[in-house]
């Protein structure tokens, strides 16, 4: 175990750098979580932890992630302030130019939002996707529609990695 851990049986546990309680669970898909609870006492922590293992288990169950409540246009704002944050004046990996910023704010602002905007997140489906695709055949080129999804690929493969 880490230096400045004490850790419980059952997944939860104190660290001496950041006061409260800290959880550590797998979700269905076999990533580890590790986040800080909102918790005063340690009852409270193991019933919070209770819950997302819950979670973590009707998702393995039916075999995919329940609709949550956030919207596509909530998510398409939490993406661009992640994507701000991945700027870089020089290339590197896994950081963004300014231009390609501007451009997929563009594409969220001006085609995607406006198409699946008020849609939860979790609801969008393959069906919906290839709805738009079709929208957009004939009035755009081949190759704006691809950058399009490409924005769109990226922003649930963060969003996923963001919950």
Do not use: C
Not at 65 to 79: D, L, M
Not at 142 to 159: P, Q, T, W, Y
């Amino acid at each position: 175990m880490p230096r400045g851990k004490t850790k419980d049986r059952d997944g939860i546990y104190t660290r001496k750098d950041r006061p409260g309680w800290w959880a550590s669970w797998i979700d269905a898909s076999g990533k580890r979580h590790q986040r800080k609870l909102e918790a005063h006492t340690l009852p409270q922590a193991r019933a919070l932890l209770a819950a997302e293992r819950a979670r973590v288990e009707m998702n393995q169950t039916l075999g995919y992630a329940q609709p949550g409540p956030e919207t596509f246009s909530e998510a398409a704002a939490r993406f661009l302030g992640y994507q701000k944050r991945r700027i870089a004046s020089t290339p590197a990996k896994g950081k963004i130019s300014q231009d390609e910023y501007v451009r997929q704010q563009g594409i969220l602002a001006l085609h995607l939002v406006p198409y699946f905007g008020s849609m939860k997140m979790a609801a969008i489906r393959r069906k919906d996707v290839n709805a738009y695709i079709d929208l957009r055949m004939g009035k755009v080129s081949d190759g704006s529609i691809i950058k399009e999804i490409n924005v769109l690929k990226r922003l649930f493969k963060a969003f996923s990695q963001l919950l």
